[in-house]
């Protein structure tokens, strides 16, 4: 057994979040999450709502409320979207609590000490209709690099490259479109260059990453600069030194505030747990926590805050740059093993856009359709190594010709010819299995490695392909034996045979396709006569802020219970019952239903 931390990316709690978003961030996670809990690893995975920099600010000006009223209207919404989901974090909470803004203040003064957090003056934009700051991510222009014309101030979305505002050609606020004025201000940088070398060293032993994600990240090293960690903002977490901590104008860099929130989420879980200590098993380079693993998922957008930006602080606190320095109080840490990034997923051919209501929310997709339906089609259709285009068409043939036909037919014809022919698990003939039933069941005893190791390689989609070949081979044996032929009396132990090697292979199917589809494989258990927690689920608890904040509501579970990575023999005479659907047949109108959600 391993330590395996899954490290999710942060929604930012501006509005709901739509399929997209949880195509890159929240399924992948939680697919890999479930396998290896099943494998019997040790997995913790942590993640939140991001509730801190200009948007939030922004938008609750607009809306007439504090940024803290907006960030807990959307941080319940998401919480509760994921749960919907079935996302098994061990904690998912937020950036607001006293926990985070410690742990922040923590890393950004052990790298202060150690020399990898500058103070810096440079040129800040202006507003000049309010005379109010005007942030990087809030000014779009050119970019000077490769000419993307809508790059933003702090990164190019087309080639990937870090910015400054100042370096765009023809800048303008995105909020009304004005020139911004520059002005001279201060800030804290982080001192990149020096992080340079312990960054390219690290990104040389990785193996088995994807490879777009390992080329772009070691081309980032040859270009880095300094980079502000602080910015002209009200709302964040306040800079944690002599000087500054009173300062209402300056405020820490929501990126950096962000990805620290893995680490304060891991220390916050382990408080919740009773043991303070216990995140240093996934975390620490020493003791238990040195041969741990850490997986971080999220979108292609945020490769750089997550192969660069969070190595490099994980690496300066720990004084392992180019300065030297000694660990802060929370020790040496851990960097990533792999950053699993996925790509976009667009919308009947265009970019997903809130604004532009080129989107199905999360919630309002739950309202209509199963949430294993929404998982299946994005582990079989998403965007693990290209963009990928979600269309209600796809959707509905995917939904229906696969899990319907495919995999929902084989669990009831299966378990409705057992139940009205037998009542229970019929037994084996004693003149034993034919060469097909021998076959079949191999080839679902062969699944548990081949979908395992393509799971642990994040080859989602290759492993929900391997699993339906062992459903599809299963319809294909129950099409040739042809159970139903065999009336006569003499036929039954045949029968009986036939019929518990399928439901044999449906359980075993269906262990396959937990980690996937965790909704429907509990019902599938119970189906099967099996009791108890087949696929444990989140639970949302409202919990207290352990710094003496206000409360907010976390997602969190007990996910000790499940079932293993193993073929488990069926008990023989466990009573079976005649089944019900597991799986909606969706009706064709809906694509046209949607497709006029979608223009109205």
Known sequence: MSHVLAAVAWPY????????????????????????????????????????????????????????????????????????????YDLFT??????????????????????????????????????????DRYIEGTCPICGYDSARGDQCDNCGNQLDPIDLINPRSKINGEAPEFVETEHFFLDLPALADVLRQWLDTREG??????????????????????????????????????????????????????????????????????????????????????????????????????PALLAGYSGEGDRGGEPGRLGRLNLPTEVVSSEFLTMEGRKFSSSRRVVIYVRDFL?????????????????????????????????????????????????????????????????????????????????????????????????????????????????????WKLKDAADKPRMGTILHVALQVVSDANTLLTPFLPHSAQKIHELLGGTGVHAPMPVIEEVADLDAGPAYPVLTGDYTQGTRWESVPLVVGRPLAAPKPVFRKLDPSIVDEELARLES
């Open 209 to 310: 990453w994807r490879p777009n994600v390992l080329r772009f990240s070691k081309n980032l090293l040859d270009d880095l600069h300094p980079r502000a960690i602080t910015r002209d903002l009200e709302w964040g977490v306040p800079i944690p030194l002599d000087g500054w901590r009173e300062r209402t104008d300056k405020r820490i860099y929501v990126w950096f505030d962000a990805v620290i929130g893995y680490l304060s989420a891991s220390i916050e879980w382990a408080r919740r747990t009773g043991d303070p200590e216990a995140w240093r098993k996934w975390w620490s380079t020493d003791g238990e926590g040195k041969d741990s693993q850490a997986y971080y998922f999220m979108g292609k957008d945020n490769i750089v805050f997550h192969s660069v930006i969070w």
């Open 367 to 483: 309202q209509r359709y199963d949430a294993d339906a929404l998982r299946y089609f994005i582990a079989v259709a998403g965007p693990e190594n290209n963009d990928t285009d979600f269309t209600w068409a796809e959707f509905l043939r995917r939904n229906n010709d696969e899990l319907v036909a495919g995999w929902g037919n084989l669990v009831n014809r299966s378990v409705s010819m057992a139940a009205k022919n037998f009542g229970e698990i019929p037994p084996i003939d004693p003149a034993g299995l034919t060469e097909a039933d021998e076959a079949l069941l191999a080839v679902a005893r062969a699944g548990f490695a081949t979908v395992g190791d393509l799971i642990a390689r994040h080859r989602q989609k290759q492993a929900i392909g391997e699993a339906m070949k062992v459903v599809a081979e299963a319809n294909k044996y129950l099409s040739e034996q042809a159970p």
């Open 94 to 135: 937020r950036t607001t609590t006293g926990n985070h803004y410690a742990v922040v203040q923590e890393l950004f003064e052990g790298m202060y000490r150690n020399g990898y957090i500058v103070p810096k003056t440079t040129m800040g934009a202006i507003s000049p209709s309010t005379g109010r700051t005007l942030p």
């Open 13 to 88: 709690a501006n509005g709901p979040r739509h399929i997209g978003h949880v195509s890159g961030f929240g399924v992948p996670s939680d697919v890999f999450a479930r396998y290896m809990r099943m494998a019997g690893h040790d997995v913790l995975m942590v993640s939140g709502t991001d509730e801190h920099g200009t948007p939030i600010q922004v938008q609750a000006d607009a809306e007439g409320l504090k940024p803290r009223e907006l960030a807990d209207r959307y941080n319940r919404v998401i919480v509760e979207d994921l749960h919907g989901l079935g996302l098994s």
